[in-house]
T-cell receptor
């Protein structure tokens, strides 16, 4: 089944403890992206990747890191999480970054709480 | 910078009636794509419809149509014959298809649609 998977789905952690949220897609998509969703703010893009080894900042990259070493995986790293990073996180992918035509396929979301 | 504005935090519609959800965008790029997504209470994001900046005709997908007014920079979603299952949060989004920050996707704040029986 074509899908985007994220792990973990739920995570409660403490301030300063490094964590990684994994994202994987099995559709051979070029484009991958991370978003956070907060009430009243919609979805905000954190980082995106047009292809392997190519990443760019979105609107809210502070406090996050990403890497794209292989096409299928795009992990999100929080080196030192803080309470203001408590949010619902979505990973998404789309077929190609060469045109705006392709819709994003979203993962199921990761609900992160930082205490 | 791209900006998407959805001015209606919440909308109500009677079942079987049509409803329009507003979306305005602010981009100076000639090439972009506009998307609408639905997020039911279960949380998943569902793609509904796409409109390219160079498309001459308004996009349609079943009961969904996009009223694209390029000069006014608006991309309103029209849902015809509303169903109870249409109750959800709806997001408008703009994909930057040229220039610096090529590939950046900006979402609006969302509109919660409630369909009454």
């Amino acid at each position: 089944e074509a899908q985007v998977t994220q792990n973990p789905r739920y995570l409660i952690t403490v301030t300063g403890k490094k964590l990684t949220v994994t994202c994987s897609q099995n559709m051979n998509h070029e484009y991958m992206s991370w978003y956070r969703q907060d009430p009243g703010l919609g979805l905000r893009q954190i980082y995106y990747s047009m292809n392997v080894e190519v990443t760019d900042k979105g609107d809210v990259p502070e406090g996050y890191k990403v890497s794209r070493k292989e096409k299928r995986n795009f992990p999100l790293i929080l080196e030192s999480p803080s309470p203001n990073q408590t949010s619902l996180y979505f990973c998404a992918s789309s077929l190609s970054s060469l045109a705006a035509t392709y819709e994003q396929y979203f993962g199921p979301g990761t609900r992160l709480t930082v205490t | 910078a791209q900006k998407i504005t959805q001015t209606q935090p919440g909308m109500f519609v009677q079942e079987k009636e049509a409803v329009t959800l507003d979306c305005t965008y602010d981009t100076s790029d000639p090439s972009y794509g506009l998307f609408w997504y639905k997020q039911p209470s279960s949380g998943e994001m569902i793609f509904l419809i796409y409109q390219g900046s160079y498309d001459q005709q308004n996009a349609t997908e079943g009961r969904y149509s996009l009223n694209f007014q390029k000069a006014r920079k608006s991309a309103n979603l029209v849902i015809s014959a509303s169903q109870l299952g249409d109750s959800a949060m709806y997001f408008c989004a703009d994909f930057k298809a040229g220039g610096t920050s090529y590939g950046k996707l900006t979402f609006g704040q969302g509109t919660i649609l409630t369909v009454h029986p």
